[in-house]
Protein backbone atom coordinates (compact mmCIF):
# COMPACT_ATOMS: atom_id res chain seq x y z
CA UNK A 1 0.00 0.00 0.00
CA UNK A 2 1.20 3.46 -0.82
CA UNK A 3 1.30 5.69 2.09
CA UNK A 4 1.34 9.28 -0.16
CA UNK A 5 1.17 9.31 -4.18
CA UNK A 6 1.52 12.33 -6.12
CA UNK A 7 0.85 12.64 -9.89
CA UNK A 8 2.16 14.96 -11.96
CA UNK A 9 1.94 17.89 -9.33
CA UNK A 10 2.27 21.53 -10.29
CA UNK A 11 1.57 24.75 -8.49
CA UNK A 12 2.08 27.86 -9.97
CA UNK A 13 1.31 30.83 -7.33
CA UNK A 14 -1.36 33.95 -8.11
CA UNK A 15 1.75 35.96 -8.55
CA UNK A 16 2.77 33.45 -11.40
CA UNK A 17 5.68 31.68 -9.93
CA UNK A 18 5.73 28.14 -10.35
CA UNK A 19 6.70 26.51 -7.35
CA UNK A 20 6.27 22.86 -8.43
CA UNK A 21 6.77 21.74 -11.54
CA UNK A 22 5.48 18.41 -12.15
CA UNK A 23 6.02 16.09 -9.73
CA UNK A 24 5.96 12.54 -8.98
CA UNK A 25 6.20 10.57 -5.83
CA UNK A 26 5.39 7.49 -4.26
CA UNK A 27 6.12 6.60 -0.08
CA UNK A 28 5.23 3.13 0.87
CA UNK A 29 3.41 2.29 3.74
CA UNK A 30 5.89 2.39 6.87
CA UNK A 31 8.33 4.48 5.51
CA UNK A 32 10.49 6.75 6.91
CA UNK A 33 10.81 9.19 4.35
CA UNK A 34 13.21 12.44 3.41
CA UNK A 35 12.16 15.11 1.35
CA UNK A 36 15.20 16.87 1.01
CA UNK A 37 16.25 20.34 -0.99
CA UNK A 38 17.50 23.83 -0.89
CA UNK A 39 15.45 26.65 0.58
CA UNK A 40 12.51 27.84 -1.87
CA UNK A 41 13.00 24.13 -3.65
CA UNK A 42 8.98 23.61 -3.56
CA UNK A 43 9.10 21.64 -0.30
CA UNK A 44 6.41 23.37 1.84
CA UNK A 45 4.63 24.00 -1.12
CA UNK A 46 4.35 20.21 -1.47
CA UNK A 47 3.35 19.45 1.98
CA UNK A 48 0.37 22.33 1.87
CA UNK A 49 -0.66 20.69 -1.03
CA UNK A 50 -0.91 17.34 0.25
CA UNK A 51 -2.68 18.53 3.73
CA UNK A 52 -5.11 20.62 1.91
CA UNK A 53 -3.33 23.96 2.92
CA UNK A 54 -2.48 24.80 -0.66
CA UNK A 55 -4.90 24.28 -3.48
CA UNK A 56 -2.73 22.56 -6.38
CA UNK A 57 -3.09 23.81 -10.14
CA UNK A 58 -2.99 20.66 -11.33
CA UNK A 59 -2.35 16.85 -11.00
CA UNK A 60 -3.10 14.21 -8.44
CA UNK A 61 -2.70 13.16 -4.52
CA UNK A 62 -3.45 10.17 -2.83
CA UNK A 63 -3.31 8.89 0.44
CA UNK A 64 -3.42 5.67 1.49
CA UNK A 65 -5.76 4.55 -1.67
CA UNK A 66 -7.77 8.62 -0.70
CA UNK A 67 -8.05 10.49 -3.72
CA UNK A 68 -7.46 13.85 -2.16
CA UNK A 69 -10.19 15.17 -4.38
CA UNK A 70 -12.94 13.55 -4.27
CA UNK A 71 -12.16 11.01 -0.94
CA UNK A 72 -11.22 14.48 0.91
CA UNK A 73 -12.22 14.04 4.30
CA UNK A 74 -10.74 10.29 4.32
CA UNK A 75 -7.77 11.32 3.10
CA UNK A 76 -7.58 14.04 5.75
CA UNK A 77 -7.95 11.68 8.46
CA UNK A 78 -4.85 9.71 7.49
CA UNK A 79 -2.66 13.29 8.01
CA UNK A 80 -0.90 14.54 11.03
CA UNK A 81 0.82 17.62 9.88
CA UNK A 82 3.66 19.33 11.59
CA UNK A 83 3.86 22.89 9.42
CA UNK A 84 7.23 25.06 9.31
CA UNK A 85 5.89 27.85 11.16
CA UNK A 86 3.92 27.94 14.19
CA UNK A 87 0.22 28.35 13.67
CA UNK A 88 -1.52 27.64 16.61
CA UNK A 89 -3.47 30.14 18.83
CA UNK A 90 -0.72 32.39 20.62
CA UNK A 91 -3.93 32.74 23.42
CA UNK A 92 -4.21 29.12 24.51
CA UNK A 93 -2.75 26.83 26.48
CA UNK A 94 -1.01 24.16 25.26
CA UNK A 95 -3.42 21.75 26.29
CA UNK A 96 -6.12 23.60 24.94
CA UNK A 97 -4.65 23.84 21.42
CA UNK A 98 -4.02 19.57 21.14
CA UNK A 99 -7.65 18.69 22.85
CA UNK A 100 -9.48 21.57 19.78
CA UNK A 101 -7.38 19.77 17.43
CA UNK A 102 -8.73 16.24 18.65
CA UNK A 103 -12.19 17.49 18.40
CA UNK A 104 -11.85 19.03 14.97
CA UNK A 105 -10.45 15.21 13.86
CA UNK A 106 -14.43 14.21 15.40
CA UNK A 107 -12.77 12.44 18.55
CA UNK A 108 -14.75 11.69 21.74
CA UNK A 109 -14.04 14.25 24.68
CA UNK A 110 -12.62 11.27 26.81
CA UNK A 111 -10.45 9.71 24.28
CA UNK A 112 -9.25 13.04 23.17
CA UNK A 113 -7.88 13.91 26.63
CA UNK A 114 -6.59 10.34 27.25
CA UNK A 115 -4.72 11.18 23.96
CA UNK A 116 -3.93 14.58 24.61
CA UNK A 117 -2.37 13.66 27.87
CA UNK A 118 -0.86 10.82 26.07
CA UNK A 119 0.98 12.48 23.25
CA UNK A 120 1.69 16.12 25.70
CA UNK A 121 4.06 13.59 27.78
CA UNK A 122 5.42 12.20 24.46
CA UNK A 123 6.43 15.41 23.81
CA UNK A 124 7.57 16.68 27.14
CA UNK A 125 4.98 19.11 27.64
CA UNK A 126 2.84 17.47 30.25
CA UNK A 127 4.01 19.93 33.20
CA UNK A 128 3.34 22.78 30.61
CA UNK A 129 0.08 22.25 30.21
CA UNK A 130 -2.14 25.09 31.92
CA UNK A 131 0.67 27.60 30.37
CA UNK A 132 -0.53 30.09 27.63
CA UNK A 133 1.63 29.03 24.25
CA UNK A 134 3.10 32.37 23.54
CA UNK A 135 5.04 32.32 26.75
CA UNK A 136 6.67 28.91 25.21
CA UNK A 137 10.11 29.11 23.94
CA UNK A 138 10.95 28.11 20.18
CA UNK A 139 11.41 24.52 20.69
CA UNK A 140 8.51 23.98 23.47
CA UNK A 141 6.27 25.83 20.39
CA UNK A 142 7.86 22.90 17.57
CA UNK A 143 6.71 20.33 20.12
CA UNK A 144 3.52 21.50 21.02
CA UNK A 145 2.83 21.09 16.93
CA UNK A 146 4.30 17.69 17.18
CA UNK A 147 1.75 16.90 19.91
CA UNK A 148 -1.20 18.28 18.17
CA UNK A 149 -0.03 16.74 15.23
CA UNK A 150 -0.13 13.24 16.76
CA UNK A 151 -3.83 13.46 18.81
CA UNK A 152 -5.18 11.39 16.18
CA UNK A 153 -2.76 9.11 15.43
CA UNK A 154 -2.69 9.81 12.08
CA UNK A 155 -1.26 6.71 9.76
CA UNK A 156 0.59 9.59 7.58
CA UNK A 157 2.51 12.08 10.03
CA UNK A 158 4.15 14.47 7.63
CA UNK A 159 7.13 17.00 9.67
CA UNK A 160 8.38 20.59 7.28
CA UNK A 161 11.36 21.01 9.45
CA UNK A 162 10.58 19.21 13.05
CA UNK A 163 14.23 20.26 14.04
CA UNK A 164 14.83 23.65 12.72
CA UNK A 165 16.08 25.71 15.87
CA UNK A 166 15.85 22.69 18.77
CA UNK A 167 18.33 22.31 21.02
CA UNK A 168 20.53 19.22 20.80
CA UNK A 169 19.01 17.60 23.41
CA UNK A 170 15.53 17.76 22.16
CA UNK A 171 16.89 17.08 19.27
CA UNK A 172 17.71 13.73 19.88
CA UNK A 173 14.64 13.06 21.65
CA UNK A 174 12.65 13.90 18.70
CA UNK A 175 14.66 12.11 16.87
CA UNK A 176 14.22 8.83 19.19
CA UNK A 177 10.47 9.71 18.99
CA UNK A 178 10.16 9.57 15.54
CA UNK A 179 11.26 6.12 15.87
CA UNK A 180 9.73 5.11 17.88
CA UNK A 181 6.76 6.74 16.16
CA UNK A 182 7.52 4.97 12.91
CA UNK A 183 8.50 1.61 14.35
CA UNK A 184 4.98 1.41 15.87
CA UNK A 185 3.76 1.50 11.82
CA UNK A 186 3.24 5.16 11.33
CA UNK A 187 4.93 6.34 7.92
CA UNK A 188 6.84 9.71 8.30
CA UNK A 189 7.56 12.13 5.82
CA UNK A 190 10.45 14.28 7.29
CA UNK A 191 11.74 17.64 5.70
CA UNK A 192 15.43 18.67 7.18
CA UNK A 193 18.36 20.49 6.30
CA UNK A 194 20.42 18.72 8.38
CA UNK A 195 21.42 16.29 6.53
CA UNK A 196 22.79 13.65 8.46
CA UNK A 197 19.25 13.46 10.71
CA UNK A 198 17.98 12.53 7.37
CA UNK A 199 20.72 10.25 6.67
CA UNK A 200 20.69 8.17 9.99
CA UNK A 201 16.67 8.24 9.94
CA UNK A 202 15.48 7.94 6.67
CA UNK A 203 15.26 4.91 4.72
CA UNK A 204 14.56 6.40 1.20
CA UNK A 205 14.72 9.70 0.11
CA UNK A 206 13.38 12.56 -2.60
CA UNK A 207 15.41 15.58 -3.25
CA UNK A 208 13.56 18.48 -5.00
CA UNK A 209 15.38 21.27 -6.22
CA UNK A 210 13.52 24.35 -8.14
CA UNK A 211 10.25 22.67 -8.12
CA UNK A 212 11.61 19.47 -9.76
CA UNK A 213 12.59 15.93 -8.15
CA UNK A 214 16.12 15.82 -8.75
CA UNK A 215 17.01 12.31 -7.07
CA UNK A 216 14.32 9.76 -5.49
CA UNK A 217 16.10 6.54 -4.61
CA UNK A 218 16.47 4.79 -1.18
CA UNK A 219 19.21 6.13 1.05
CA UNK A 220 21.65 2.81 1.34
CA UNK A 221 21.84 3.04 -2.75
CA UNK A 222 21.76 6.86 -2.69
CA UNK A 223 25.13 6.86 -0.63
CA UNK A 224 26.83 3.69 -2.04
CA UNK A 225 27.44 6.06 -4.85
CA UNK A 226 29.45 8.05 -3.30
CA UNK A 227 33.27 6.34 -4.62
CA UNK A 228 35.52 8.55 -2.45
CA UNK A 229 35.47 9.10 1.18
CA UNK A 230 37.25 11.73 2.72
CA UNK A 231 38.34 11.95 6.39
CA UNK A 232 39.93 14.04 8.95
CA UNK A 233 42.26 12.04 11.24
CA UNK A 234 44.02 13.62 14.34
CA UNK A 235 47.76 12.41 15.00
CA UNK A 236 49.64 11.52 17.99
CA UNK A 237 52.94 13.07 16.62
CA UNK A 238 53.11 16.07 14.78
CA UNK A 239 54.45 15.98 10.76
CA UNK A 240 56.85 17.90 8.79
CA UNK A 241 55.91 16.89 5.45
CA UNK A 242 52.93 15.28 4.00
CA UNK A 243 52.53 11.16 3.76
CA UNK A 244 52.03 9.58 0.11
CA UNK A 245 49.64 6.75 0.31
CA UNK A 246 49.27 5.11 -3.51
CA UNK A 247 45.47 6.27 -4.65
CA UNK A 248 45.02 8.44 -1.61
CA UNK A 249 45.09 12.44 -1.79
CA UNK A 250 46.53 13.58 1.26
CA UNK A 251 46.50 16.98 2.44
CA UNK A 252 48.19 18.43 5.87
CA UNK A 253 46.16 20.66 7.10
CA UNK A 254 48.00 21.49 10.32
CA UNK A 255 51.02 19.19 12.07
CA UNK A 256 48.94 17.47 13.81
CA UNK A 257 45.84 17.03 11.39
CA UNK A 258 45.10 15.17 8.16
CA UNK A 259 42.42 15.27 5.07
CA UNK A 260 42.40 12.17 3.61
CA UNK A 261 40.26 11.53 0.25
CA UNK A 262 40.13 7.69 -0.04
CA UNK A 263 38.51 5.46 -2.97
CA UNK A 264 36.12 2.87 -1.74
CA UNK A 265 38.39 -0.18 -3.45
CA UNK A 266 41.38 0.84 -0.85
CA UNK A 267 39.20 0.49 2.27
CA UNK A 268 40.15 1.90 5.53
CA UNK A 269 41.92 -1.29 6.67
CA UNK A 270 45.09 -0.59 3.72
CA UNK A 271 44.98 2.69 4.76
CA UNK A 272 45.75 2.25 8.13
CA UNK A 273 48.11 -0.66 7.72
CA UNK A 274 50.26 1.93 5.28
CA UNK A 275 49.78 4.97 7.67
CA UNK A 276 51.20 2.15 10.89
CA UNK A 277 53.93 1.08 8.68
CA UNK A 278 55.13 5.02 7.99
CA UNK A 279 54.98 5.00 11.85
CA UNK A 280 52.31 7.57 11.49
CA UNK A 281 49.81 6.98 14.88
CA UNK A 282 46.41 8.28 14.42
CA UNK A 283 44.16 8.97 17.12
CA UNK A 284 40.85 9.75 16.19
CA UNK A 285 39.06 9.99 12.68
CA UNK A 286 35.98 11.33 11.38
CA UNK A 287 34.16 12.26 7.89
CA UNK A 288 35.41 14.93 6.60
CA UNK A 289 31.94 16.62 5.49
CA UNK A 290 28.38 14.28 6.05
CA UNK A 291 28.37 12.28 3.25
CA UNK A 292 24.95 12.71 1.98
CA UNK A 293 25.95 16.32 2.55
CA UNK A 294 28.16 15.88 -0.33
CA UNK A 295 26.28 13.90 -2.94
CA UNK A 296 23.70 16.88 -1.94
CA UNK A 297 25.58 19.54 -3.23
CA UNK A 298 26.71 17.51 -6.10
CA UNK A 299 23.25 17.05 -6.96
CA UNK A 300 22.28 20.50 -6.05
CA UNK A 301 24.77 21.81 -8.39
CA UNK A 302 24.92 19.57 -11.23
CA UNK A 303 21.49 21.80 -12.52
CA UNK B 1 -18.45 10.31 9.04
CA UNK B 2 -20.31 12.36 12.04
CA UNK B 3 -19.15 16.03 12.39
CA UNK B 4 -20.93 16.65 15.53
CA UNK B 5 -17.66 16.50 17.29
CA UNK B 6 -15.68 19.03 15.05
CA UNK B 7 -19.37 21.07 14.93
CA UNK B 8 -19.49 21.42 19.17
CA UNK B 9 -15.37 22.42 18.98
CA UNK B 10 -15.89 24.98 17.37
CA UNK B 11 -19.10 26.72 18.76
CA UNK B 12 -17.36 25.62 22.25
CA UNK B 13 -14.01 27.73 21.29
CA UNK B 14 -16.27 30.71 19.86
CA UNK B 15 -18.26 30.78 22.94
CA UNK B 16 -14.79 30.58 25.54
CA UNK B 17 -13.11 33.18 23.33
CA UNK B 18 -15.99 36.02 23.62
CA UNK B 19 -16.72 35.07 27.16
CA UNK B 20 -13.06 35.01 27.74
CA UNK B 21 -12.92 38.79 26.89
CA UNK B 22 -16.06 40.11 27.93
CA UNK B 23 -14.96 43.19 29.00
CA UNK B 24 -14.63 44.22 25.25
CA UNK B 25 -17.45 42.14 23.97
CA UNK B 26 -20.32 42.26 26.97
CA UNK B 27 -19.67 44.88 28.82
CA UNK B 28 -19.19 47.76 26.04
CA UNK B 29 -23.54 47.37 24.88
CA UNK B 30 -24.39 47.01 28.23
CA UNK B 31 -23.03 50.86 28.92
CA UNK B 32 -23.77 52.12 25.70
CA UNK B 33 -26.99 51.21 25.95
CA UNK B 34 -27.94 52.10 29.34
CA UNK B 35 -27.10 55.66 27.99
CA UNK B 36 -29.19 55.37 25.02
CA UNK B 37 -32.03 54.87 27.27
CA UNK B 38 -31.36 57.38 29.89
CA UNK B 39 -30.33 60.13 26.77
CA UNK B 40 -32.87 59.41 23.89
CA UNK B 41 -35.89 57.54 25.67
CA UNK B 42 -35.24 59.51 29.39
CA UNK B 43 -33.84 62.98 29.06
CA UNK B 44 -35.39 63.33 25.43
CA UNK B 45 -38.20 61.04 25.17
CA UNK B 46 -40.19 62.67 27.92
CA UNK B 47 -40.72 65.88 25.70
CA UNK B 48 -41.55 64.08 22.47
CA UNK B 49 -44.86 62.04 23.68
CA UNK B 50 -45.98 59.02 21.35
CA UNK B 51 -45.06 57.72 18.10
CA UNK B 52 -48.07 55.18 17.14
CA UNK B 53 -49.32 55.32 20.56
CA UNK B 54 -46.37 53.75 22.15
CA UNK B 55 -44.07 56.34 24.45
CA UNK B 56 -40.92 57.14 22.99
CA UNK B 57 -38.83 54.79 25.42
CA UNK B 58 -40.75 52.01 24.57
CA UNK B 59 -40.72 52.85 20.82
CA UNK B 60 -36.86 53.22 20.79
CA UNK B 61 -35.90 49.48 22.99
CA UNK B 62 -36.73 47.25 20.63
CA UNK B 63 -34.80 49.02 17.67
CA UNK B 64 -31.97 49.61 20.47
CA UNK B 65 -31.72 45.75 21.26
CA UNK B 66 -31.71 44.60 17.71
CA UNK B 67 -28.95 46.90 16.96
CA UNK B 68 -26.70 45.72 19.09
CA UNK B 69 -27.73 42.29 17.89
CA UNK B 70 -26.69 43.27 14.58
CA UNK B 71 -23.65 44.97 15.48
CA UNK B 72 -22.52 41.68 18.00
CA UNK B 73 -23.43 39.41 15.63
CA UNK B 74 -21.40 40.62 12.92
CA UNK B 75 -18.43 41.88 14.93
CA UNK B 76 -17.98 37.97 16.32
CA UNK B 77 -17.70 36.35 13.21
CA UNK B 78 -15.84 38.93 11.40
CA UNK B 79 -12.89 39.66 14.57
CA UNK B 80 -12.45 36.01 15.29
CA UNK B 81 -12.29 34.26 11.77
CA UNK B 82 -10.59 37.09 10.75
CA UNK B 83 -7.86 36.62 13.40
CA UNK B 84 -8.16 32.73 12.79
CA UNK B 85 -7.29 33.97 9.71
CA UNK B 86 -4.55 35.83 10.29
CA UNK B 87 -2.50 34.05 12.91
CA UNK B 88 -2.56 31.31 10.51
CA UNK B 89 -4.46 28.97 12.96
CA UNK B 90 -7.33 28.07 10.52
CA UNK B 91 -4.65 25.76 9.14
CA UNK B 92 -5.95 23.49 12.53
CA UNK B 93 -9.28 23.10 10.74
CA UNK B 94 -7.96 22.92 6.98
CA UNK B 95 -6.05 20.14 7.53
CA UNK B 96 -8.62 18.01 9.67
CA UNK B 97 -11.15 16.36 8.02
CA UNK B 98 -13.98 19.37 8.59
CA UNK B 99 -16.34 20.01 5.49
CA UNK B 100 -16.95 23.78 5.19
CA UNK B 101 -20.33 23.67 5.80
CA UNK B 102 -19.52 22.60 9.22
CA UNK B 103 -16.77 25.36 9.72
CA UNK B 104 -19.26 28.18 8.50
CA UNK B 105 -22.26 26.95 10.65
CA UNK B 106 -19.93 26.99 13.45
CA UNK B 107 -18.66 30.22 13.07
CA UNK B 108 -22.27 31.71 12.56
CA UNK B 109 -23.12 29.93 15.56
CA UNK B 110 -20.80 31.62 17.89
CA UNK B 111 -21.66 34.81 16.25
CA UNK B 112 -25.59 34.00 16.35
CA UNK B 113 -25.34 32.97 20.05
CA UNK B 114 -22.90 36.06 21.07
CA UNK B 115 -25.50 38.67 19.19
CA UNK B 116 -28.39 36.74 20.99
CA UNK B 117 -26.85 36.98 24.42
CA UNK B 118 -25.99 40.81 23.68
CA UNK B 119 -29.66 41.15 22.42
CA UNK B 120 -30.64 40.10 26.50
CA UNK B 121 -28.36 41.83 27.86
CA UNK B 122 -29.85 45.10 26.36
CA UNK B 123 -33.03 43.90 26.87
CA UNK B 124 -32.64 43.07 30.53
CA UNK B 125 -31.25 46.60 31.08
CA UNK B 126 -34.22 47.79 29.16
CA UNK B 127 -36.35 46.27 32.05
CA UNK B 128 -35.57 49.52 33.97
CA UNK B 129 -36.73 51.82 31.69
CA UNK B 130 -39.73 50.35 29.74
CA UNK B 131 -43.08 48.96 30.46
CA UNK B 132 -44.63 46.82 27.65
CA UNK B 133 -46.50 43.38 27.60
CA UNK B 134 -44.82 41.90 24.67
CA UNK B 135 -47.12 41.70 21.60
CA UNK B 136 -46.06 38.67 19.84
CA UNK B 137 -42.83 36.57 21.22
CA UNK B 138 -42.91 34.28 18.32
CA UNK B 139 -42.33 37.11 15.80
CA UNK B 140 -39.50 38.96 17.99
CA UNK B 141 -37.37 36.22 18.70
CA UNK B 142 -37.35 34.66 14.98
CA UNK B 143 -36.31 38.15 13.71
CA UNK B 144 -33.79 38.29 15.99
CA UNK B 145 -32.60 34.56 15.20
CA UNK B 146 -33.01 35.60 11.44
CA UNK B 147 -31.41 38.71 11.86
CA UNK B 148 -28.34 37.43 13.96
CA UNK B 149 -27.65 34.85 11.42
CA UNK B 150 -28.02 37.11 8.43
CA UNK B 151 -24.82 39.53 10.01
CA UNK B 152 -22.82 36.78 11.39
CA UNK B 153 -22.51 35.50 7.69
CA UNK B 154 -22.04 38.97 6.45
CA UNK B 155 -19.13 39.26 9.06
CA UNK B 156 -17.53 35.99 7.70
CA UNK B 157 -17.70 37.00 4.29
CA UNK B 158 -16.23 40.16 5.31
CA UNK B 159 -12.91 38.31 7.68
CA UNK B 160 -12.57 36.05 4.41
CA UNK B 161 -12.26 38.74 2.10
CA UNK B 162 -10.26 41.28 4.63
CA UNK B 163 -6.66 41.26 4.10
CA UNK B 164 -5.61 43.64 6.94
CA UNK B 165 -7.40 44.51 9.98
CA UNK B 166 -8.36 47.53 8.56
CA UNK B 167 -10.69 45.92 6.23
CA UNK B 168 -12.53 44.34 9.07
CA UNK B 169 -13.46 47.69 10.30
CA UNK B 170 -14.65 49.04 7.46
CA UNK B 171 -17.79 47.59 6.50
CA UNK B 172 -19.10 47.93 10.88
CA UNK B 173 -18.03 51.52 10.61
CA UNK B 174 -19.25 52.76 7.09
CA UNK B 175 -22.08 50.55 6.69
CA UNK B 176 -23.88 49.09 9.36
CA UNK B 177 -24.13 51.80 11.50
CA UNK B 178 -25.27 54.64 8.88
CA UNK B 179 -27.50 52.03 8.38
CA UNK B 180 -28.60 50.93 11.80
CA UNK B 181 -29.13 55.00 12.84
CA UNK B 182 -31.34 55.10 9.14
CA UNK B 183 -33.64 52.23 10.22
CA UNK B 184 -35.67 53.84 11.93
CA UNK B 185 -34.20 52.85 15.48
CA UNK B 186 -34.78 56.22 16.87
CA UNK B 187 -38.19 57.54 14.59
CA UNK B 188 -41.12 56.27 12.40
CA UNK B 189 -40.28 56.49 8.64
CA UNK B 190 -44.02 58.06 8.63
CA UNK B 191 -42.12 60.64 9.71
CA UNK B 192 -39.70 61.48 7.13
CA UNK B 193 -40.43 63.55 3.60
CA UNK B 194 -41.95 61.07 1.07
CA UNK B 195 -38.29 61.34 -1.35
CA UNK B 196 -36.81 59.66 2.04
CA UNK B 197 -39.52 57.07 2.75
CA UNK B 198 -39.38 55.80 -0.25
CA UNK B 199 -34.99 55.95 0.14
CA UNK B 200 -34.79 54.18 3.46
CA UNK B 201 -37.30 51.17 1.85
CA UNK B 202 -33.79 49.94 0.32
CA UNK B 203 -32.60 49.93 3.94
CA UNK B 204 -32.40 46.49 4.86
CA UNK B 205 -32.27 46.86 8.48
CA UNK B 206 -35.47 49.30 8.71
CA UNK B 207 -37.00 46.14 7.76
CA UNK B 208 -35.72 44.40 10.99
CA UNK B 209 -35.82 46.98 13.31
CA UNK B 210 -39.97 46.84 12.18
CA UNK B 211 -40.31 43.65 12.47
CA UNK B 212 -38.77 43.40 16.06
CA UNK B 213 -40.71 46.54 17.28
CA UNK B 214 -43.88 44.54 15.78
CA UNK B 215 -42.97 41.44 17.81
CA UNK B 216 -42.36 43.48 20.98
CA UNK B 217 -44.44 46.51 21.20
CA UNK B 218 -47.66 45.49 18.30
CA UNK B 219 -46.30 48.56 15.88
CA UNK B 220 -44.71 48.11 12.73
CA UNK B 221 -44.03 50.91 9.30
CA UNK B 222 -43.38 47.53 7.28
CA UNK B 223 -45.27 44.43 6.09
CA UNK B 224 -44.13 42.01 8.61
CA UNK B 225 -44.20 39.06 5.95
CA UNK B 226 -42.17 40.94 3.56
CA UNK B 227 -39.44 41.14 5.85
CA UNK B 228 -39.52 37.65 6.70
CA UNK B 229 -39.18 36.93 2.80
CA UNK B 230 -36.06 39.16 2.60
CA UNK B 231 -34.39 37.73 5.43
CA UNK B 232 -34.46 34.22 4.06
CA UNK B 233 -33.49 35.73 0.86
CA UNK B 234 -30.66 37.19 2.07
CA UNK B 235 -29.46 34.34 4.22
CA UNK B 236 -29.92 31.87 1.82
CA UNK B 237 -27.40 34.18 -0.90
CA UNK B 238 -24.84 34.88 1.72
CA UNK B 239 -24.42 31.04 3.21
CA UNK B 240 -24.13 30.36 -0.70
CA UNK B 241 -21.39 32.89 -1.82
CA UNK B 242 -19.48 31.82 1.50
CA UNK B 243 -19.76 28.16 0.82
CA UNK B 244 -18.46 29.36 -3.01
CA UNK B 245 -15.53 31.12 -1.43
CA UNK B 246 -14.56 28.41 0.94
CA UNK B 247 -14.66 25.88 -1.73
CA UNK B 248 -12.48 28.37 -3.50
CA UNK B 249 -10.06 28.36 -0.66
CA UNK B 250 -10.72 32.79 -1.28
CA UNK B 251 -8.94 34.23 1.73
CA UNK B 252 -7.12 30.95 3.35
CA UNK B 253 -5.77 29.42 0.66
CA UNK B 254 -2.91 30.11 -1.67
N1 LIG C 1 2.20 32.37 -1.30
C1 LIG C 1 3.20 32.38 -2.19
N2 LIG C 1 3.13 33.20 -3.25
C2 LIG C 1 4.13 33.21 -4.17
N3 LIG C 1 5.23 32.45 -4.11
C3 LIG C 1 5.35 31.62 -3.07
C4 LIG C 1 4.35 31.53 -2.05
N4 LIG C 1 4.72 30.61 -1.15
C5 LIG C 1 5.92 30.16 -1.58
N5 LIG C 1 6.29 30.75 -2.72
C6 LIG C 1 7.52 30.50 -3.49
O1 LIG C 1 7.55 29.14 -3.87
C7 LIG C 1 8.86 28.63 -3.77
C8 LIG C 1 8.87 27.38 -2.93
O2 LIG C 1 8.58 27.73 -1.60
P1 LIG C 1 8.52 26.63 -0.45
O3 LIG C 1 8.06 27.30 0.78
O4 LIG C 1 7.72 25.48 -0.94
O5 LIG C 1 10.05 26.21 -0.35
P2 LIG C 1 10.75 25.20 0.67
O6 LIG C 1 11.37 24.14 -0.17
O7 LIG C 1 9.81 24.77 1.71
O8 LIG C 1 11.88 26.12 1.27
P3 LIG C 1 12.47 26.20 2.78
O9 LIG C 1 13.50 25.15 2.89
O10 LIG C 1 13.09 27.56 2.81
O11 LIG C 1 11.36 26.04 3.73
C9 LIG C 1 9.73 29.75 -3.23
O12 LIG C 1 10.42 30.35 -4.29
C10 LIG C 1 8.74 30.72 -2.63
O13 LIG C 1 9.21 32.04 -2.74
MG1 LIG D 1 9.67 25.04 3.69
Redesign the interface.
Known amino acids: MKALSLGNLRKT??NGFEALKGINLQVEEGDFFALLGPNGAGKSTAI?II?????ASSGSVSIFGHDLKTD???A??C?G?V?Q?V????FDTVKGIVL??A???????KLALQRTEHCLKQMDLWDRRDTVSRRLSGGMKRRVMIA?AMVHAPKLLILDEPTAGVDIEIRRSMWLMMQEVNQQGTTIILTTHYLEEAESLCRNIAIIDEGRIVENSDMASLLSRLHIDHFILDLAEPLKTTPIIDGCQIELISDKVLAIAIPKEIGLNQLFSQLTAQNIQVMSLKNKTNRLEQLFMDLVASK | MNYSIAFKTIVFKEIYRFLRIWPQTLLPPAITTTLYFLIFGKLIGDRIGTISGASYMDYIVPGIIIMSVISHSYANVVSSFYSTKFQRNIEELLVAPVPNWIILSGYISGGIIRGLLVGIVVALISLLFADFAVHNIAIALSTALLTATLFSLAGFINALLAESFDDISIIPNFVLTPLSYLGGVFYSVAMLPTVWQTISMGNPILYMVNAFRYGLIGVSDIDIQLTFIMMSGFIVTLTLFSLYLLYKGIGIKN
Open positions: YSGSSLVTRERKSILPENFNQNQGYYGMPRR
